[in-house]
């Protein structure tokens, strides 16, 4: 089955930090650009980071630029998303996507991270 | 950054109705956009990518047209299953921004 499995949410005080991992099954990551999405309780979806297949090219959203590093190990067949000086508004469920080019077609179940003192 | 809006922010609706949603970008992006669906507690669902190609698995009765900056989202035949969020994304240029949503509920 193919799927995606996002793992390293939790709860962290404000300047904290936390690493996110999305682990890929039944298919090659290697394959595919992959991306973060977040959504804030009650809220809508927000782009945050994407990252080439090879790894070499890197994107962030403005909200989260100098804070956030996505990278990848396509040896592990696994994301990451690395979150330094953690703010409230970070607060959300954070989704793994693969990059079809032009679509995000295949979306792991999420993992909360939790910003709060 | 691209901005997209999307109109309405939600709408009641009956089973059987006829249902658009419409999804506006701030520039040009040609036809670089993808529709999903997304219900509570649930990861999104794509639908519609490249604004018109109806994703594998998805019923016939969802489809999307436009390109440039007008788009939309049309439900031929509301069933009950299609009662949820609605977002559009646009690919033509990082960062790949979303729509704000729309939601559908039961009249």
């Known amino acids: 089955e193919v799927q995606l499995l996002e793992s390293g949410g939790g709860l962290v005080q404000p300047g904290g930090s936390l690493r996110l991992s999305c682990a890929a099954s039944?298919?090659?990551?290697?394959?595919?650009?992959m991306s973060w999405v977040r959504q804030a309780p009650g809220k809508g979806l927000e782009w945050v980071s994407a990252?080439?297949?090879?790894?070499?090219?890197?994107y962030y959203a403005d909200s989260v630029k100098g804070r956030f590093t996505i990278s990848r190990d396509n040896s592990k067949n696994t994301l990451y998303l690395q979150m330094n000086s953690l703010r409230a508004e970070d607060t959300a469920l954070y989704y793994c996507?693969?990059?079809?080019?032009?679509?995000?077609?295949?979306w792991g179940q999420g993992t909360m991270v939790t910003v709060s003192s | 950054a691209i901005q997209l809006t999307q109109s309405p922010s939600s709408l009641s609706a009956s089973v059987g109705d006829r249902v658009t949603i419409t999804c506006r970008a701030s520039q040009g992006i040609s036809s670089a956009l993808a529709w999903y669906q997304q219900k509570p507690g649930k990861a999104p669902k794509l639908l519609i990518y490249d604004a018109s190609i109806l994703e594998s698995g998805v019923p016939s009765r969802f489809s999307g047209s436009g390109s440039g900056t007008d788009f939309t989202l049309t439900i031929s035949s509301l069933q009950p299953e299609d009662f949820a969020t609605y977002y559009c994304?646009?690919?033509?240029?990082?960062?790949?921004?979303f729509g704000p949503g729309t939601k559908v509920d039961i009249k």
């Open positions: 994304q646009q690919f033509n240029s990082y960062l790949f921004t």
């Open positions: 039944g298919f090659t990551l290697r394959s595919y650009a």
């Open positions: 996507a693969t990059d079809r080019e032009g679509a995000y077609d295949i």
């Open positions: 990252i080439s297949g090879s790894g070499g090219n890197t």
